[in-house]
């Protein structure tokens, strides 16, 4: 084995110095370039950490953003919700009030025109069929009133016919009564029987006329010539030896019942005749309607007593005792003049004595 001497081999091996100083460098530079790659290797690995941190990081904050707003948007969708629940059930509201508005409306004309029509026919003879029509309540309402007015109207009649009845069989034994008063010696006894019996017939008439007046009262108006029927009813009265002048003409058809106008004027100027005298029937004319008026020269009424006396039955206590009477023409001549869509009303004279003025619309021309 041989051993090398280190100061022998560096004597020994002169150009050996130059080369290992070479081998230095590039080993040297090697190892700089392997250090080197290895920072680089470790840095790209701290980046990809770096950038894998920060993916998580930013992975974790939109994890935590969405749930926070998954936490805030719950009540935003549950505030929208209400709303709608609130917005459908005031729209619900606002219909119904509308509804129950547009019924309490329509009730309310209902009755607005059921009112009109019942004041309407309060004034008429016979009172004319409401109309059944409207809301139900108030078609109903309707029904039920013309249902009670016939009734009424049925049942009135029926007494009507008893009442007529019975005044009509009171007839026969008045005849009888007034045959045998004429068989009486006394002559003041049998006078004041037959004034009796002469009352108790007028009131048997006056019941008879009031029994009549309901067919009367159903008449329906027409245009009629007047003036005919006055000329024939002054007429009669001089036939019976009673003056009733006759002043003026009514020269056009007047809307009335024929017979209900001519008992009403029976009715005024027989009161007339029985209470006074200078007996009168004006007729006066204007542009819709006509008068006609029954002038005497009586006493008149007390002007407290002017509404009174149309009372049925009902007789002025200073009239009374001049003439029988049964206190029903004025009534029966009220209800017929009511019938023909007139007015009847009394007033004192002036120079003394009654008036009693008829007025009756005239046709249309």
């Known amino acids: 084995m041989t051993v090398i ?11 050996s110095r130059p080369r290992m100083r070479a081998d230095t460098q590039r080993r040297a530079h090697a190892f700089a370039c392997r250090a080197q790659a290895a920072a680089a290797r470790k840095r790209h690995r701290g980046g990809v950490g770096a950038l894998a941190v920060g993916l998580l990081l930013v992975v974790a904050m939109n994890t935590r953003s969405a749930h926070a707003a998954t936490l805030y948007t719950r009540p935003c969708l549950a505030d929208d919700a209400s709303l709608v629940l609130a917005s459908l059930l005031a729209a619900g ?16 004309l209902g009755i607005e025109r059921l009112a009109a029509a019942i004041e309407q026919r309060s004034a008429e003879r016979p009172p004319r069929i409401l109309a059944e029509s409207g809301p139900p309540t108030v078609a109903r309402l309707a029904r039920a009133i013309n249902g009670a007015q016939r009734h009424d109207a049925e049942r009135v009649a029926e007494l009507l016919d008893v009442f007529a009845a019975y005044a009509h069989d009171l007839r026969t034994p008045l005849t009888r009564m007034t045959l045998r008063c004429e068989m009486l010696e006394d002559g003041e006894l049998r006078e004041a029987m037959e004034r009796d019996l002469a009352e108790v017939g007028e009131l048997v008439e006056a019941s008879l006329a009031c029994a009549r007046m309901q067919c009367s009262a159903a008449e329906p108006l027409r245009c009629f010539d007047a003036d ?25 058809p007047v809307v009335t019942c024929p017979h209900a106008l001519r008992r009403v004027l029976v009715n005024l100027i027989d009161n007339a005749l029985r209470y006074g005298s200078d007996v009168r029937l004006c007729v006066r004319v204007d542009a819709r309607r006509v008068v006609l008026a029954v002038v005497d020269s009586g006493p008149g009424i ?31 001549a009220r209800r ?6 007139g007015e009847l009303q009394l007033e004192n004279r002036r120079t003394g004595g009654l008036e009693a003025r008829l007025t009756l619309p005239l046709a249309a021309a």
């Open 93 to 108: 509201f606002a219909l119904l009030a509308a509804a129950l508005w547009v019924h309490a409306f329509e009730q309310r």
């Open 336 to 341: 017929l003049t009511l019938a023909m869509r």
């Open 5 to 15: 001497h280190p100061a022998a081999s560096r004597d020994a091996l002169p150009g």
């Open 228 to 252: 005919g029927l006055l000329g024939a009813l002054v007429d009669t009265y001089k036939d019976a030896g009673r003056t009733v002048e006759l002043e003026g003409q009514v020269g056009r």
């Open 302 to 332: 007390v002007p407290a007593e002017m509404e009174a006396v149309f009372a049925p039955w009902y007789r002025a206590p200073q009239t009374s005792a001049r003439a029988p009477g049964s206190g029903l023409g004025l009534a029966i």
